[in-house]
C-alpha cells in the first residue's frame, strides 16, 4: 500500500521559493518596472511561499586543531532576510524554475533578490 501523506516542499540554504509574478510593467504591490527589464528578462518579481533557514555558520569550536574534542552541537544559521509574504524583485538568471503538484515555482538564492516589499504600505513611503 502507497504512504498516503501529503508532500512538503522543503526549501534549503540560503533560498527562497517563489511564486512569479508575470511580466506586467506595474507589480501587484506598486513597483514599476521599465520595458527593458521585462523584455530582457533581466528582473522578475514574485511572492515568497517558503524561505530556507539560511546559510549554515561553523561552530568556532569545529575549527581548533582538535575535531575529537568536539560534542554534539546544534546547527546555527545566518538568519534570512526574507520571509514569507513578502514581495521580491530579483534576477531572473539566477532562479531555477519547478513544478510542484502542477503549480510553477521559482527557487531564488537570496543573494540574487534585489528588493523586498514587505506588509500593505505602498513603496512610495520608504
Request: aromatic share 6%; proline share 9%; glycine share 8%.
Amino acid at each position: 500500500m502507497a504512504d498516503e501523506s501529503p508532500k512538503k516542499l522543503i526549501v534549503v540554504g540560503d533560498r527562497v521559493l517563489i511564486v512569479p509574478e508575470e511580466g506586467e510593467e506595474r507589480t501587484g504591490v506598486g513597483l514599476y518596472l521599465p520595458p527593458t527589464a521585462v523584455a530582457g528578462q533581466a528582473v522578475q518579481s514574485g511572492r515568497i511561499v517558503a524561505t530556507g533557514p539560511g546559510t549554515p555558520v561553523a561552530e568556532p569550536a569545529s575549527l581548533d586543531d582538535e575535531p575529537w574534542k568536539i560534542g554534539e552541537t546544534e546547527t546555527k544559521h545566518v538568519p534570512m532576510q526574507a520571509q514569507v509574504g513578502d514581495f521580491a524583485l530579483f534576477f531572473r538568471k539566477a532562479a531555477v524554475e519547478i513544478t510542484f503538484e502542477n503549480k510553477r515555482y521559482l527557487v531564488v538564492p537570496q543573494a540574487a533578490i534585489l528588493v523586498l516589499v514587505r506588509g500593505d504600505s505602498p513603496v512610495d513611503e520608504i
